[in-house]
């Protein structure tokens, strides 16, 4: 089932329980991949939508840093719960091993075409990383990934 079905039918399920908090989260996730399929003119793929929680998830972990540092710890907590109810919707996490083992074939991959890259290889060798993730089907945090392909490109 595509996440944007799932998420209709929570919509109704929160109107039912009248969770209040969920209902207008949920309905927050539908109007935002509604405005981006209204953008493409054409249906979302299910990675487009998992694209479009990820970019709210890290809005909201933004938000609630914002609210944290401007002593808001009412605001920045709601944050935090819209963040726990949109992770829901997200694929399982990639650990960091998994993410290292993809990095270290990409870098030796590329190793293959020429000198063995360095931290000044950053941008390609992020780029097949990514392409890589998506190809296994793992669902990883572009910061972890940036993370350990600096110190992979280190050694």
């Given at each position: 089932?595509a996440?944007?079905?799932?998420?209709?039918k929570?919509?109704?399920?929160a109107m039912?329980a009248?969770?209040?908090?969920?209902?207008e989260?949920?309905r927050?996730?539908?109007?935002?991949?509604?405005?981006?399929e209204?953008n493409?003119?054409?249906s979302?793929?299910?990675?487009?939508e998992?694209?479009?929680?990820?970019?709210m998830?890290?809005q909201?972990?933004?938000?609630?840093?914002?609210?944290?540092?401007g002593?808001?710890?009412e605001?920045?907590?709601?944050?935090?719960a819209e963040i726990?109810l949109l992770?829901?919707?997200?694929?399982q996490?990639a650990s960091?091993?998994?993410?290292r083992?993809?990095v270290?074939?990409?870098?030796?991959h590329?190793?293959?075409?020429?000198?063995?890259?360095?931290p000044k290889d950053m941008?390609p060798?992020?780029?097949v990383?990514?392409?890589?993730i998506?190809a296994?089907?793992?669902h990883?945090?572009?910061?972890t990934?940036?993370?350990?392909?600096?110190e992979?490109?280190?050694?």
């Amino acid at each position: 089932m595509a996440i944007s079905e799932q998420i209709g039918k929570d919509i109704i399920t929160a109107m039912k329980a009248k969770e209040s908090l969920r209902l207008e989260t949920l309905r927050m996730v539908k109007s935002a991949m509604k405005n981006k399929e209204i953008n493409k003119r054409e249906s979302l793929t299910d990675a487009e939508e998992v694209q479009v929680l990820q970019i709210m998830v890290k809005q909201r972990r933004d938000a609630a840093e914002q609210f944290t540092q401007g002593n808001r710890p009412e605001l920045a907590e709601k944050e935090q719960a819209e963040i726990k109810l949109l992770e829901m919707y997200l694929p399982q996490t990639a650990s960091d091993e998994e993410i290292r083992t993809v990095v270290q074939a990409a870098i030796s991959h590329l190793a293959e075409a020429g000198p063995k890259p360095g931290p000044k290889d950053m941008g390609p060798a992020m780029r097949v990383v990514q392409q890589r993730i998506l190809a296994s089907g793992l669902h990883a945090d572009n910061a972890t990934v940036s993370k350990l392909l600096k110190e992979e490109l280190a050694k």
